[in-house]
């Protein structure tokens, strides 16, 4: 059995490269598989591979002081989904191209707990008595593959056409509380700090995202599967996938 894993962190990183390579000569020497993204801004996770060699790496990785507090979403999967290990330095771990939308110098946009926004669904308000309403950001493909119940859902191919894609919704969000979601947390964290500063003081982001909805919760609320970056394809709520092949 595989274990995969997803997981963000944002952290001040003064060399990425450096950082990268040496990430990359630590998975590699443990038979890691998937992808390593490095940005001054933090790092970006998607592994996979033996379940102690996974968790060797993660713990290793939590000895540096600045990583100390990594968050892990963890699946498996009966085959490998990555055909092989990369590394990537970029300048952000996702590409936004708005300014100060990572929690560097500034507090983590406020957030919502998977099963306190599965009761709010439950209960049909939140619990100061406001509707509420699922913010998706993510792009059309992955949408296709599943997404909340009655959630909001942009024409976007990319997640720096959201701005413009959730213009014309602005007004008919002011009276609810947004909940804005993703896959593990990370577009979802940066949109809702981008609508924070832009005059959407009603947003939180799910915490974990998709995946740690599924992993506290299951599938209330929730329609189809949550699409991943890798040949399992998608993870259906009790995290299998729909779809994995062997890969040499």
């Known amino acids: 059995m595989i274990l995969n894993i997803a997981a963000y962190h944002f952290v001040r990183i003064d060399a990425p490269r450096a950082l990268a390579d040496a990430l990359y000569a630590r998975a590699d020497a443990a038979g890691l598989r998937g992808t390593i993204l490095v940005a001054p801004e933090g ?20 000895e540096d002081a600045r990583f100390a507090g990594l968050q892990v979403k963890e699946s498996h999967s009966e085959a490998m989904p990555f055909g092989r290990l990369k590394a990537k330095v970029k300048a952000e771990i996702i590409t936004f191209r708005h300014a100060g939308t990572a929690p560097l110098d500034r507090p983590r946009a406020p957030a919502v707990a998977p099963r306190d926004l599965a009761r709010w669904l439950d209960q049909g308000h939140d619990d100061a008595g406001r509707p509420v309403v699922l913010l998706d950001t993510r792009n ?16 976007i191919t990319d997640f720096t056409q959201l701005p413009d894609a959730l213009a014309p919704h602005r007004p008919a969000l002011a009276e609810a509380t947004v909940v804005s979601f993703c896959t593990g947390g990370v577009r979802c964290e940066k949109a809702a700090l981008w609508m924070h500063d832009t005059g959407m003081d009603n947003v939180l982001q799910l915490e974990g995202g998709i995946l740690g909805y599924f992993e506290h919760v299951g599938g209330r609320h929730y329609d189809g599967a949550c699409f991943v970056f890798d040949d399992r394809v998608a993870l259906r709520p ?8 062997a890969q040499d």
């Not at 790092?43 to 939590?62: E, K, M, W, Y």
Request: glycine share 12%.
């Open 43 to 62: 790092l970006n996770l998607f592994l996979a591979g033996a379940s102690d060699a996974l968790v060797g790496f993660l713990d290793t990785l939590r």
């Open 140 to 155: 059309e493909e992955e949408v296709g593959h599943g997404s909340f119940a009655g959630a909001l859902t942009l024409p």
């Open 238 to 245: 009790d995290l299998s996938p729909i779809a994995a092949s």
